[in-house]
């Protein structure tokens, strides 16, 4: 076993927030948490999921709740990251099982621009209060609507499951056949899938629902049924002992190389290679300074201070 589960304590709390300095952050998942980080400044390196990518200052990146991910880095930096409870009251359970965010400003849209500001205002202001002394915290409300706004803008403009021709969210009808679609096959990807089959379940032709899903972000039928089985077995490949074979069989390809196939086309290189990366990663000892909350607090202010004048002035 590689990857351990690391759930986040939020002591009934909706949100949890933490201001660090990574060097080598161990690679973990956490079952009850979105995860959004924020790099204030320098840099540092992401490997969550499929995505591979380096944040510099500004930068945000979305990690779901399972999603496997380490943060890692050899320059000085400062990264905020806010923790969602999901299994807070806040949070509608239904509607975040088929969500796959992707709210990441490298490759936002220029409809996602707004929305983008938006949450990295709640960001910093959640963090703000979270880290404010005792005297300013008792002026300041209750954090739990802030913690409900990122979330509904996360889902109403950052899943990455949104429709092509439907960016902002507005066709409720299309995004409630899709939910149910991702759900089935969430809960299904073990067994035989069909197009036809799902056709069926919406009471629809064929070949329309065909052109429905090639409308989605995943281009398409297969794309999007091969990604929720890769997805299933990276989890079984970096926290289990599993053989690469018996994995391809548990999440649903009929034959290894079909697996062997699909996950490099979405991961970038074969599972094998991606086990032992996560093997030589996971050698080094964790680095990671947590900044106590008068730092962190004297941090957030700074950076709010810069942040609102380059806001101002590129408006």
């Known amino acids: 076993m590689l990857v351990r589960e690391k759930n986040v304590d939020f002591a009934q709390d909706p949100l949890c927030v933490r201001l660090q300095k990574i060097t080598h952050q161990e690679a973990h998942y956490h079952d009850n948490a979105i995860e959004l980080l924020f790099c204030l400044k320098g840099s540092v390196s992401l490997r969550s999921s499929h ?27 400062l990264v905020l990251f806010v923790h969602l ?16 965010f992707a709210c990441e400003t490298q490759y936002i849209t220029p409809l996602q621009i707004k929305a983008m500001y938006r949450v990295k205002d709640l960001m910093l202001s959640l963090a703000l209060q979270a880290f404010a002394p005792e005297s300013v915290c008792a002026e300041m409300p209750d954090s739990s609507y802030a913690a409900r706004e990122l979330l509904d803008t996360l889902i109403q403009h950052f899943d990455w499951l949104s429709f092509i021709w439907d960016p902002i969210g507005e066709n409720t009808l299309l995004k409630e056949r899709f939910r149910r679609t991702i759900q089935y096959c969430l809960s299904h990807y073990a067994e035989k899938i069909t197009l036809s089959m799902l056709a069926e379940r919406e009471h629809i032709n064929k070949n329309y629902f065909s052109v429905f899903l090639k409308h989605t972000s995943f281009d398409g039928f297969n794309s999007m049924l091969n990604f929720i ?24 390809f009929s034959d290894p190389k079909y697996f062997f196939k699909h996950f490099k086309d979405w991961w970038d290189m074969t599972p094998a290679k ?33 942040y609102q004048i380059e806001r101002t002035f590129s408006l």
């Open 274 to 306: 991606l086990k032992r990366w996560y093997g030589e990663y996971q050698k080094q000892p964790a680095e990671v300074m947590t900044l106590s909350a008068s730092d962190s607090y004297r941090a957030i202010k700074e950076y709010l201070c810069q």
């Open 85 to 100: 409870n999901i299994d807070h009251d806040f949070c509608p359970q239904d509607m975040i099982s088929t969500c796959f």
């Open 229 to 252: 089985r890769c997805d299933a077995a990276e989890r079984l490949l970096l926290t289990t002992e599993e053989s690469v074979v018996k994995i391809s069989n548990i999440c649903g």
């Open 51 to 77: 995505r591979h990518v380096t944040l510099r200052a500004g930068d945000v990146f979305s990690m779901d709740p399972g999603d496997i991910h380490c943060v890692y880095s050899d320059t000085d930096n």
